[in-house]
């Protein structure tokens, strides 16, 4: 059974640092092909990619966000952490992590997802 | 990359049916799109995968009969029949581009369902 579970800080100051974890259950980012995403959704708004890391550690980031964006994993704890600099209120959002899987240079679809934390910036 | 254009809204009866459309931008009839329902405070599901020439691959997981895809030309469409109470929420359509430093994920802006 596929599970996936974000956690993070509920609020956060604008300018700072925000670290989300994503742990995950029922596979292993070490099998080929394994990879996990990053997603936000603003209230009310539609969902937006912000990053991906595979299973040999390479990493895809939103090219707007690109310079404030980190994405990388524990692999003993099956985690995957992503951690966004200079934070500002218009990154309201609830931010969510889902599986993909890599299969000869195509990606499936993200088929597991978790159920989202929300993150409020404001001072 | 693709840009993904849904209705804001859309209401069906319950036990009725119900199209919801995904359009692709202009060039990109040959991408393949993902459909997620997404429950009011619940992370998205995937529903199916859908290209030209239908829906590719399997659904998602315990995703019932009652939700099939039509591909054609840039319309990626998700049809529900005998819409249950359970089916309200919002559906997103998704698509992948590119690769390495090149690679994103385009979301349409999501179609609200409501459930009469």
């Known amino acids: 059974q596929v599970t996936l579970k974000e956690s993070g800080p509920a609020v956060i100051k604008p300018t700072q640092t925000l670290t989300l974890t994503c742990s995950f259950s029922?596979?292993?980012?070490?099998?080929?092909?394994?990879?996990v995403g990053w997603f936000r959704q603003p209230p009310g708004k539609a969902l937006e990619w912000l990053a991906l890391?595979?299973?040999?550690?390479?990493?895809y980031y939103k090219t707007s966000l690109k310079t404030r964006l980190t994405i990388s994993k524990d692999t003993s704890k099956n985690q995957v952490v992503l951690s966004m600099t200079k934070m500002d209120p218009v990154d309201t959002a609830t931010y969510f992590c889902?599986?993909?899987?890599?299969?000869?240079?195509?990606?499936?679809?993200?088929?597991?997802w978790g159920q989202g934390t929300m993150v409020t910036v404001s001072s | 990359q693709p840009a993904l254009s849904q209705p804001p809204s859309a209401s069906a009866s319950l036990g009725a049916s119900v199209t919801l459309t995904c359009t692709l931008s202009?060039?990109?009839?040959?991408?393949?799109v993902d459909w997620y329902q997404q429950r009011p405070g619940k992370g998205p599901r995937f529903l199916v995968r859908?290209?030209?020439?239908?829906?590719?691959?399997s659904k998602g997981e315990g995703i019932p009969d009652r939700f099939s895809v039509v591909g054609s030309g840039l319309n990626r469409s998700l049809t529900i029949r005998n819409i249950q109470e359970e089916d309200e929420g919002d559906y997103h359509c998704?698509?992948?581009?590119?690769?390495?430093?090149?690679?994103?994920?385009?979301f349409g802006g999501g179609t609200k369902l409501t459930v009469l």
């Open positions: 029922g596979f292993s980012l070490t099998t080929p092909g394994m990879c």
């Open positions: 202009t060039g990109h009839r040959d991408y393949t």
């Open positions: 859908v290209g030209s020439g239908g829906m590719v691959g």
């Open positions: 890391l595979d299973w040999d550690e390479d990493e």
């Open positions: 998704g698509a992948d581009h590119g690769t390495g430093t090149n690679f994103t994920v385009e």
């Open positions: 889902a599986r993909t899987q890599l299969w000869n240079d195509y990606f499936g679809a993200f088929d597991f």
